[in-house]
């Protein structure tokens, strides 16, 4: 029996976590140790739950790891753990010194696996709008690297030569961009070949500077491109302006902060990035189980009211204590509130809600009830929620002559947040803060010194999911500027949108 584990060399794609493969995902969410680089999504090694993390990039405190000293981390972390997981920007063999520690594995006796990813060549053009092949434009796509093996410029004059009629990449080309464009046209490009540069390629934050091999560098200095960026040259090039279509999502580039509970982040984080923002994830709430009855007489009740994931995890939580599952809700009526989270949680326990509100406010939920159930009075309503909730719901429920019964099964408590993550959220300077609850602008605030408050009240507007968030934020110093119509999420999505068109 071997006395490694296996190392597996992951690629996790250039930028954009949905581009991941299936077999990287899968190795994330069962490897006992993760290893990764700078520029890597902070959500991939997130998926890792149980592993210990590793940074071995470059930071601005400090200079990445000697490739050695990588290397013998692997070996020692292979000793130790069963599946340890090398986290790669793009693929691992393309330009990313995979190789090096696929043969420094191979050389001490340790087995290894190299998962492919999508290398940054391919992807960033793709999402720029520009085919590395296009029949007609380009028959062939050559990848060059302008840094050689000890980091100085590669000699590209060497290797551009030999793929003149189609597509050049040029990965790390930015930061001597006018030495490869001389040794380009030294090679025999022609100066006015169309030509691109993609800054922060598949990231939300992407930028494409596009013109010809003579005009580029004027025009990169201009816009202030930076590294990390991709050179893209030929004919293809020219078609970016009319096939883009990342950089036209309506939030394209929005820096977004969504506070949310550490357990777990939301729907509405991947709905803005589905169009397009850049979303920083700020845990500032702490959800804590607090005593709750071990059973509870569910078939005595008429409705039962999950109001979040955290009241549907209470819920079957109880249940499992108990020794009970789902077949003990078979005679009570199920209504599901809140974010599309709450009834994905809901059907994932293979349950199918018996009515579904329109939005999350009180007179929508007693609607919902009565258009399924008929008329409130006399029926007996459980409430799982949280020490703290709001009382309008169960005075409008009363109202209608319901008995209304409070679950109290865990409280919301500021999040054990790192000073890192606090400076990490400064650093991103968000343009918007998003606040989901009354309960996340309390632990919000207490989380930051006044100092910090005011540094994101200078670059950030804010935004409330309803009116009884907003009153909270008031409470603290903090003045919305987006609160949507209704108190839902599809809703507060629209109203950032909104807000981005009126610039």
């Not at 070949?193 to 580029?216: C, H, K, M, S, Y």
């Not at 959220?425 to 408050?453: H, I, K, M, R, Y």
Request: proline letters at 7%; a neutral charge; charged letters at 20%.
């Amino acid at each position: 029996m071997s006395e490694f584990g296996k190392v597996y060399l992951v690629g996790a794609g250039p930028g954009d976590p949905g581009l991941i493969t299936v077999r990287g995902r899968a190795l994330l969410e069962c490897a006992d140790v993760v290893i990764y680089d700078a520029l890597i999504p902070p959500e991939l090694p997130r998926r890792a739950a149980r592993a210990e993390r590793i940074f071995v990039g470059k930071q601005a405190d400090r200079h990445s790891l000697p490739q050695e000293d990588i290397h013998r981390i692997l070996i020692e972390q292979a000793r130790r753990h069963a599946c340890v997981v090398r986290l790669k920007g793009g693929d691992p063999f393309v330009f990313g010194r995979g190789g090096e520690e696929a043969a420094a594995l191979a050389a001490a006796g340790v087995p290894f696996e190299v998962v492919p990813g999508v290398t940054a060549g391919v992807a960033g053009p793709a999402y720029a709008g520009i085919p590395v092949t296009q029949r007609g434009l380009a028959s062939s796509v050559t990848f060059l690297s302008a840094h050689g093996a000890s980091g100085d410029a590669a000699p590209l004059e060497d290797v551009a030569h030999t793929m003149l009629e189609g597509t050049q990449v040029v990965y790390m080309g930015v930061a001597g961009l006018p030495r490869v464009v001389e040794a380009l046209i030294r090679a025999g490009r022609a100066p006015d070949t169309p030509a691109a540069v993609i800054e922060w390629a598949t990231f939300a934050r992407q930028r494409t500077i596009a013109g010809t091999l003579e005009t580029l560098c004027a025009q990169c200095r201009r816009a202030g491109i930076e590294t990390p960026a991709l050179v893209v040259v030929g004919p293809a090039a020219a078609l970016h302006e009319r096939l883009r279509w990342f950089e036209k999502r309506p939030l394209h580039g929005l820096r977004v902060a969504v506070t949310h509970a550490e357990q777990h982040a939301g729907a509405l984080e991947a709905r803005l990035r589905d169009l397009g923002a850049d979303v920083f994830a700020f845990p500032a709430i702490r959800i804590e189980a607090v005593d709750a009855p071990p059973e509870v007489d569910l078939a005595a009740y008429d409705w039962v009211l999950l109001m979040s994931v955290n009241a549907v995890d209470m819920l079957f939580h109880l249940l499992a204590r108990s020794g009970r599952d789902a077949r003990a809700l078979a005679g009570a009526r199920l209504c599901v509130a809140g974010t599309p989270s709450v009834l994905e949680a809901v059907r994932g326990r293979y349950l199918e809600p018996d009515a579904v509100p329109a939005h999350f406010g009180a007179d929508a939920v007693v609607a919902a009830l009565e258009a399924a159930g008929g008329p409130l009075s006399g029926k007996r309503v459980l409430l799982p929620r949280a020490d703290v909730a709001r009382s309008a719901l169960p005075a409008a429920l009363r109202a209608r002559g319901a008995a209304v019964e409070d679950l109290v099964g865990w409280r919301k408590a500021p999040a054990e947040t790192s000073r890192d993550a606090v400076e990490a959220l400064l650093a991103f300077a968000p343009e918007v803060v998003v606040f989901t609850n009354a309960a996340a602008v309390g632990c919000f605030a207490s989380l930051l010194d006044a100092a910090q408050l005011a540094r994101l009240r200078g670059g950030a507007v804010f935004a409330s999911l309803g009116p009884v968030t907003t009153a909270a934020a008031r409470e603290q110093g903090l003045e919305i500027q987006i609160e949507p119509p209704r108190p839902d999420t599809a809703h507060l999505i629209e109203a950032v949108c909104a807000w981005r068109v009126r610039g």
